[in-house]
């Protein structure tokens, strides 16, 4: 990023909020409550992507900012909101995987089955969707920092949290790919002979 950013650059951003989405990003269930923090610590992260980003306007950019911004902070708070639902319904599916993997796992200890492999599996399915709850959290609070500046009066800091939202955003991409390439392979195969053998019934007729 160059010490001054051109206005179609920024305008490009501030537009880029607008298409955000969360259509291939998703917990494991977590609590749904707000991040707690206090405004030194929000300062204090603004001020790091400040850095990181190199952001540093001229006043023309930080007008553009001044006069688009409340526009692109009501869309974040949309994205917010989505964000909500979208680890609503994912946690509820990762916890009903993660219960047929158990329950599937008991079956075979019952009779005596060697569950190494399934154990590890269930410890892999587990850990990605740990980084996935992980990477919602990130990118919950990014949203809380760019929709709580005062975009207006302090643009530099807008632009920063932008940022920061575009950061926080590619973990839960990320995590997300590594679920669902982990329940097309091996979950998927495993559920599918493990509920021949113990006669359950396959996990999506549950």
């Known amino acids: 990023m160059t010490r001054k950013l051109s206005q179609a650059m920024i305008l490009m951003l501030l537009i ?64 917010a909101y989505q964000l909500d639902g979208i680890e609503s319904s994912r946690g509820a599916t990762y916890d009903g995987i993660i219960s047929t993997l158990l ?24 850990s990605v969707v740990k980084k996935f709850n992980l990477s919602i959290e990130g990118y919950r609070l990014s949203l809380d920092d760019a929709t709580s500046i005062d975009c207006k009066n302090n643009p530099e800091d807008f632009r920063a949290a932008l940022e920061g939202v575009r950061a926080a955003r590619k973990p839960i991409v990320d995590s997300s790919q590594q679920i669902n390439d982990l329940t097309k392979t091996n979950l998927k195969t495993t559920f599918e002979s493990l509920a021949v053998r113990l006669d359950i019934g396959a996990p999506n007729g549950q």
């Not at 030194?40 to 850095?51: G, N, P, Q, Y």
């Not at 329950?103 to 399915?125: A, G, H």
Request: include cysteine; proline fraction near 0%.
């Open 103 to 126: 329950e599937i796992n008991n079956r075979l200890n019952d009779q005596f089955v060697d569950t190494s492999s399934l154990d590890l599996l269930i410890v892999d399915y587990q």
């Open 16 to 79: 880029q909020v607008s298409i955000f989405s969360l259509a291939s990003a998703q917990s494991e269930q977590i609590s749904s409550s707000t991040v707690t923090y206090t405004a030194d610590a929000r300062t204090a992260r603004i001020e790091k992507l400040k850095s990181q980003f190199k952001v540093q306007l001229n006043d023309k950019e930080k007008e553009l900012i001044s006069t688009r911004c409340t526009l692109a902070q009501a869309r974040l708070k949309s994205i």
